[in-house]
T-cell receptor
Framework: AQKITQTQPGMFVQEKEAVTLDCTYD???????LFWYKQPSSGEMIFLIY??????QNATEGRYSLNFQKARKSANLVISASQLGDSAMYFCAMRRNTGFQKLVFGTGTRLLVSP | DADVTQTPRNRITKTGKRIMLECSQT?????MYWYRQDPGLGLRLIYY???????NKGEISDGYSVSRQAQAKFSLSLESAIPNQTALYFCATSDQGEKLFFGSGTQLSVL
């Protein structure tokens, strides 16, 4: 069965600094996808970044990058140059690419960016 | 207009009442999902549908039912609401192999 673990309930970072949000996953599948979503206080779920299990390079999207270490089964999100608007809940999720492709979510990390 | 629209945005109801949450989408996706979010538990899948004739239970379907009225519409019903169904409910859609697009959520409180 798939499982996502986010061990950091909360993280603090100062504006303009970089922060890493941890995510480890457990799966016996060879083909899968990893996602990060942001949930601001308004409640909506915003897609940030995607990494495929066969992608050789780490995914990047603007200030977001995904530090993918397949052997360690980790998919950490790195936010560079944090901004006040980055304060939110962040969820890591995984989807298998065979069979039923449901998205399984971690419990989330709350990030607070201070001035 | 939003691609995935959920109604209502907020709902307060009493134990034992039947309630329906509605979701419509303009993205043209075949796949639709209902998730619930509880503090500390992340999002958990209630039901999913790959097309109008295909509906499947997710990991926490007890106490819920769904109806896929059309490709664009997927509704979630609580036949007899109970307090532990108080949660934030999300509808989502996807194309095969693609990321999920979420609605804005429905905050449901069962008193």
């Amino acid at each position: 069965a798939q499982k996502i673990t986010q061990t950091q309930p909360g993280m603090f970072v100062q504006e303009k600094e970089a922060v890493t949000l941890d995510c480890t996953y457990d799966t016996s599948d060879q083909s899968y996808g990893l996602f990060w979503y942001k949930q601001p206080s308004s409640g909506e779920m915003i897609f940030l970044i995607y990494q495929g299990s066969y992608d050789e390079q780490n995914a990047t999207e603007g200030r977001y990058s995904l530090n993918f270490q397949k052997a360690r089964k980790s998919a950490n999100l790195v936010i560079s140059a944090s901004q006040l608007g980055d304060s939110a809940m962040y969820f890591c999720a995984m989807r298998r690419n065979t069979g039923f492709q449901k998205l399984v979510f971690g419990t989330g990390t709350r990030l607070l960016v201070s001035p | 207009d939003a691609d995935v629209t959920q109604t209502p945005r907020n709902r307060i109801t009493k134990t034992g009442k039947r309630i329906m949450l509605e979701c419509s989408q303009t993205k043209g996706h075949d796949r639709m999902y209902w998730y619930r979010q509880d503090p500390g538990l992340g999002l958990r899948l209630i039901y999913y549908s790959f097309d109008v004739k295909d509906i499947n239970k997710g990991e926490i379907s007890d106490g819920y039912s769904v109806s896929r009225q059309a490709q664009a519409k997927f509704s979630l019903s609580l036949e007899s609401a109970i307090p532990n169904q108080t949660a934030l409910y999300f509808c989502a859609t996807s194309d095969q192999g693609e990321k999920l697009f979420f609605g804005s959520g429905t905050q449901l409180s069962v008193l």
